[in-house]
Structures are given as C-alpha cells and as structure tokens.
C-alpha cells in the first residue's frame, strides 16, 4: 500500500513537472494585460496549438530588464526603440510588430484649457506647462512614461523641474494613475486599451487624440536561447508564430471592450 501511494504522489509530480516545462514565461507590458487581452487570446492560444503561457505583465521597461535577466522566454511590449535595441545587443533573436493602438490625452472633462480643439500634441503639452494644471506622470519607465517623456521632449519642455508641484509623478501603473487622475481632476497621458477598460472615468475625458506621435506600436520579441539557455525555444517560437499568422491577427482584430476594438493587427 505504502509503494503504491509513493507511485501515485511520483506520477502527480511528474505530471506536473511536464506542465511546468511545457509552459513559457511571457514579460508583458501591463496594458495588455489590464484591457483583459490576455484572458481572451491565451485560452484560444491553448485550444488551437496547445501551449500554456504564464504572463508576467510589469512596465515595458521592467519587461526588458527581467527578460535580459533570462527570466522569460518572449517579451511583448510597446516601446520599438528598446526592443530594437534589445536584439540588437544580443538579448532577442528578431522582433516582429504585432498590433497598435494609440496614446490619448485625458484630463478634465469642461476643458478648461480647450485641448479638444486643437491639432498639434506640441501645443497640447505647452498649454498644460503653461497653465501649470495637475499633470500625472507615471514616472515608472513603462512603455507609457518612455512615450510621455518622448512627446515633452518634442514639445521642447522640462516638466521634471517642477516634479512635486504641479506635476506628479505617482510611479504606479496606468489604472493607479488614471484613479488618481480621477480624484483630482488632472491631466494625463494613457494608452487607449487601459482607458476603455478603466471604469472609473469619473470628470475625465478624452481631451486630444489623432496626433501621428501618440501612434503606439507593440512588438513581440523571441528571447535568445544562445544568451538564456533555459529559453523553450521551440514552444516560445510556436507562440509567436501563431499570434503573428492570419490566424492569431484575425482573433486580435476580434478583441473588444464595450465594443470597441483594442488592438489592430500588423504583424509583419
């Protein structure tokens, strides 16, 4: 009785030893993760070529990072110029693009600053320095605060001189920032995904969108296994196959919230 209990605990382990080693570790942007994405495209990732992924979904920056530390084995976040990077130096085997949204404004819904109006991010950002009204930064080298810090720098303005005044830099995740945006009635930068999923909207509105620099780009990367030997090459590759074919942009394109489509396909 006693060896046959010992056989059955031995087979439970080794099952789940099995599943364990056929699971890969996905570093994730967190917006991706937020909109809910992730629940509806990994069940059909499961049905149609059988792999589990466990989703790790902290700031693009922190991605990266893990994922140079081989703590994964396929990154998928937004910020090009870092993922480009990231092979180049030898951490990826090749980044394909994947899907795209786009960046937004947010802030008041009267508007006082009348930012629906105008058509130019530029003027959109020196209206807010100028004004010295509330601006949330996210300040936590996420795909979202890299693109923030890319659009003041195209505006040619220096917000962080006046960090703890009249801008914030809270160092939390969109829906963090967005809560507290909420509370004081503040401007912002987020990705579209977080703001359609987000509920408590409160006084915010979209207050300027369309602008060819808010365009948001993500990319997935393979991790390299000449660099992270422990990277499960063949599965990692299998998964990123999928999302890249007809199939997996098709079951993109059908990813929605409140009837509103999130991502657009691109891969390439």
């Not at 080794?14 to 909109?35: C, D, H, W, Y």
């Not at 404004?105 to 950002?125: A, F, H, Q, W, Y």
């Not at 914030?168 to 507290?180: F, P, Q, V």
């Amino acid at each position: 009785m006693v060896m046959i209990k010992a056989l059955y605990i031995f087979i439970i382990l080794l099952s789940a030893s099995r599943l364990v080693a056929g699971e890969i570790v996905l570093q994730s942007t967190t917006s991706t993760k937020n909109s809910g994405f992730y629940d509806y495209i990994l069940p059909l990732v499961k049905k149609s070529i059988d792999v589990d992924v466990k989703v790790v979904a902290v700031g693009t920056g922190q991605a990266i990072e893990n994922s140079k530390r081989c703590d994964g084995d396929v990154l998928l976040v937004h910020d090009q110029e870092s993922e480009i990077e990231f092979v180049d130096k030898g951490y990826g085997v090749k980044r394909y693009d994947l899907m795209y949204n786009d960046f937004i404004v947010v802030g008041p819904i009267e508007d006082e600053l009348n930012l629906r109006n105008e058509t130019d991010i530029k003027t959109v950002l020196r209206k807010i320095y100028e004004s010295q009204k509330i601006f949330l930064s996210r300040s936590d080298n996420s795909g979202t605060h890299r693109k923030e810090n890319k659009l003041w720098e195209l505006a040619n303005l220096k917000p962080l001189k006046y960090s703890g005044g009249w801008y914030l830099e809270t160092g939390l995740g969109m829906g963090a920032t967005l809560n507290i945006a909420a509370g004081k009635n503040a401007y912002t930068v987020t990705d579209r995904a977080t703001w359609i999923s987000f509920r408590n909207k409160s006084d915010l509105d979209i207050l300027f969108e369309g602008h060819p620099a808010l365009f948001n780009q993500y990319g997935i990367t393979l991790v390299n296994p000449a660099r992270c030997p422990n990277v499960k090459f063949n599965i990692a590759n299998k998964f990123i196959k999928w999302l890249t074919s007809s199939e997996g942009q098709s079951k993109i394109k059908e990813f929605k919230v409140k009837g509103e489509q999130l991502f657009f396909p691109n891969a390439n």
